[in-house]
């Protein structure tokens, strides 16, 4: 007997609210104004906010950030917001069990911009 199974379509999982929630472990690495900094150890938390947006939250000894709720596109995450000169820019993908959180921070011709890489604990 001869099976044969076959997919059609997009096979990619989407994210929803409640797959980004949770405490991710892992490094952050800044670079600022070009210089790129020792990576450091950092715990990254997801907050769902209302039904359709999310929170993110992190300290490290040289960096730190709560967002405003953003929403989110699926396993992906892109905001930028600016205010009196002052822009930040957040990206964050998703992948099953593991984050990707950029935010980089830009004012008066300077630039500070942090990735993080972290694991769901």
């Given at each position: 007997?001869l099976?044969?199974?076959?997919?059609?379509?997009?096979?990619?999982?989407?994210?929803?609210?409640?797959?980004w929630?949770?405490?991710?472990?892992?490094?952050?690495?800044?670079?600022?104004d070009?210089?790129?900094?020792d990576?450091?150890?950092?715990?990254?938390?997801?907050?769902?906010?209302?039904?359709?947006?999310?929170?993110?939250?992190?300290?490290?000894?040289?960096?730190?950030?709560?967002t405003?709720?953003?929403?989110?596109?699926?396993?992906?995450?892109?905001?930028?917001?600016?205010?009196q000169?002052?822009?930040?820019?957040?990206?964050a993908?998703?992948?099953?069990?593991?984050?990707v959180?950029?935010?980089?921070?830009?004012?008066?011709?300077?630039?500070?911009?942090?990735?993080?890489?972290?694991?769901?604990?």
């Amino acid at each position: 007997m001869l099976s044969v199974f076959a997919a059609c379509g997009d096979d990619e999982v989407e994210c929803v609210q409640a797959d980004w929630v949770g405490t991710y472990t892992g490094t952050s690495t800044c670079t600022e104004d070009g210089i790129t900094e020792d990576p450091e150890d950092v715990t990254i938390t997801v907050t769902a906010s209302g039904t359709d947006k999310l929170i993110f939250k992190y300290d490290t000894d040289n960096s730190g950030i709560e967002t405003d709720p953003y929403d989110f596109n699926g396993c992906d995450v892109n905001a930028s917001e600016s205010d009196q000169g002052i822009t930040l820019t957040v990206t964050a993908i998703l992948d099953e069990e593991f984050l990707v959180f950029t935010d980089e921070l830009s004012a008066n011709g300077e630039s500070t911009r942090c990735v993080i890489a972290a694991n769901r604990n």
